[in-house]
């Protein structure tokens, strides 16, 4: 081959490389080139939806293009998360999802119409809400050990509420029930502002709710805060021991807020959308707020946030099968 025919070889195989097979690398590369679209499967205004449009606004910031927060509410979560399932795998439809959408659901339902591993790619747990054992200001319990041994000593008494049958707050209650030998009666309610309500004005005496949730009627002298599962003390209560100091150490629990998109996305962008949301929890700004909401942040790896999934099905599946709890 003469060198001029060689010279014009070598400018096609350089074309073809720029126009033709790496152009869906390159689409990748450009991530996001265009708007973001984020479903939180709760109302406007939910603690979900809150989270998500703080951290949007600041991704949004950083990605240089907007992110569009849409609330798709009902069946549970599972409106949001069908919607979610069924969008392309580009990385340009993610899903806020929680402890009941990914661990709860699968087992509290016979019949859901999505499968967490099968639909979604895990990439981030934005972050999570320990829960706090509440009583009303009216209770003359003043400590969680005083609380167990009321309940002890009253089998089937005490009625505590929740936000819902197989919520993290009415799961936690139950685990506490466990692991203390309790018999308590279950009041379930629709979402948590009533049922903080109805324990803060003395219709019920006890629930266990996130700080996120409860952290104003705490402040306000409205509920009592006695015990917290959490590892350590919350910064925001560091007066209120851990159930693990008073001799129960397994009950732990928090809602958690995670992040999925739909299975299938590309392992570039997946890791490339989790590094910048990690970025944006992490801002000062988003950091401040996400405190004054009462949410602990993460911005975890997927292999992480995939691991924690994996581990709470296995430690709560067996105490939703245990007491027949079931939703449809």
């Known amino acids: 081959m003469t060198r001029r025919p060689l010279l014009l070889h070598l400018l096609a195989i350089a074309a073809l490389a720029a126009t033709g097979l790496p152009r869906a690398a390159k689409a990748q590369a450009a991530y996001p080139a265009r708007p973001i679209r984020w479903i939180v499967p ?3 205004g939910a603690g979900a939806d809150i989270v998500a449009r703080t951290i949007g606004t ?3 910031i950083d990605a240089g293009q907007p992110v569009i927060i849409e609330n798709r509410a009902g069946g549970n979560t599972a409106l949001g998360a069908i919607e979610a399932a069924r969008a392309p795998a580009d990385g340009y439809t993610l899903l806020s999802a929680d402890n009941g959408t990914l661990v709860f659901n699968p087992a509290l339902y016979r019949n859901l119409s ?7 790619a895990p990439v981030t747990l934005l972050g999570r809400l320990p ?12 400590d ?18 929740s936000a819902g049958t197989g919520s993290p707050q009415h799961l936690a209650m139950e685990l506490l029930e466990r692991e203390a030998g309790l018999e308590m009666v279950h009041v379930p309610y629709r979402g948590a502002a ?14 266990m709710c996130d700080l996120a949730a409860s952290r104003r009627f705490i402040q306000g002298g409205k509920l009592r805060a006695l015990a917290v599962a959490h590892p350590q003390r ?20 928090a809602a958690f807020m995670g992040l999925v998109v739909p299975a299938n996305t590309p392992g570039e962008i997946v890791t490339r959308l989790q590094q910048s949301v990690a970025s944006a929890i992490h801002n000062p700004a988003v950091l401040r707020k996400l405190a004054e909401f009462g ?22 599946h067996p105490l939703i099968r245990d007491l027949n709890l079931s939703l449809d």
Do not use: H
């Open 144 to 161: 969680a050990r005083a609380f167990i041994d009321d309940a002890r000593a009253f089998p089937g008494k005490v009625s505590f509420a």
């Open 114 to 120: 999505y499968n967490p591993s099968r639909d979604f």
């Open 131 to 142: 829960m706090v054992l509440l009583v009303g200001p009216s209770s003359g319990v003043r």
């Open 58 to 60: 600041q991704l949004a």
């Open 42 to 44: 709760y109302p406007a």
């Open 194 to 207: 009533p049922a903080l309500a109805d324990v803060a004005g003395g219709q019920l005496p006890v629930l």
């Open 295 to 316: 949410v602990e942040p993460v911005g975890d790896a997927p292999s992480q946030f995939a691991a924690l999934l994996q581990g709470e099905s296995a430690r709560w």
């Open 234 to 253: 919350l910064k925001e209560l560091p007066n209120v021991p851990t159930f693990a100091e008073l001799g129960m150490p397994r009950v732990e629990a």
